[in-house]
């Protein structure tokens, strides 16, 4: 019966270890933040998937950045949910690209790896989104 318990503890892990998030595209958050993601900063594991919901109109997804080795994806469409997988650890930039000057950027953290945040920090992002972009930075440890 222990033998069985633990059987059950360990493939309960293994099985759901894979989760899907899902991100609010905003005009206005909880928070009075305008132009927004729900998320500022997601941390994910490798294999989760981010679903990215278009609650209110106007905005999508278009990543800047991500782990060495790692080829940016096309920008979502606007308007339209969007799903992606994440398979290698590291750090995520993404923003919206109609208001990419108003702070509308967030980051993607997978598996807890920083190690690219240096090369993060190059990436050029516009007006607003460059002092929100430190800022995220600076909350990663
Ligand atoms: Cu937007």
């Excluded at 005009?27 to 009075?32: P, Q």
């Excluded at 080795?69 to 469409?77: H, L, T």
């Excluded at 993404?94 to 997978?110: D, N, R, S």
Aim: aromatic letters at 12%; glycine letters at 8%; hydrophobic letters at 40%.
């Amino acid at each position: 019966m222990k033998f069985f318990l633990s059987f059950l503890f360990i493939s309960f892990y293994t099985v759901s270890f894979a989760a899907d998030i899902t991100v609010e595209m905003l005009n206005k958050r909880s928070d009075g933040q305008i132009m927004v993601y729900s998320e500022n900063i997601s941390r994910i594991n490798v294999g989760d998937t981010i679903t990215w919901t278009p609650t209110t109109k106007g905005h999508n997804v278009e990543f800047l950045t991500g782990p060495e080795g790692w080829e940016i994806p096309k920008r979502s469409k606007m308007n339209k949910e969007y799903s992606y997988k994440f398979d290698l650890p590291g750090i995520y930039l993404y923003q919206c690209t109609p208001h990419k000057g108003m702070g509308m950027i967030a980051l993607v953290v997978v598996d807890g790896d920083t190690s690219n945040k240096e090369k993060v920090a190059t990436v050029k992002v516009v007006a607003k989104s460059k002092k929100k972009l430190r800022k995220l930075l600076g909350q990663l440890k």
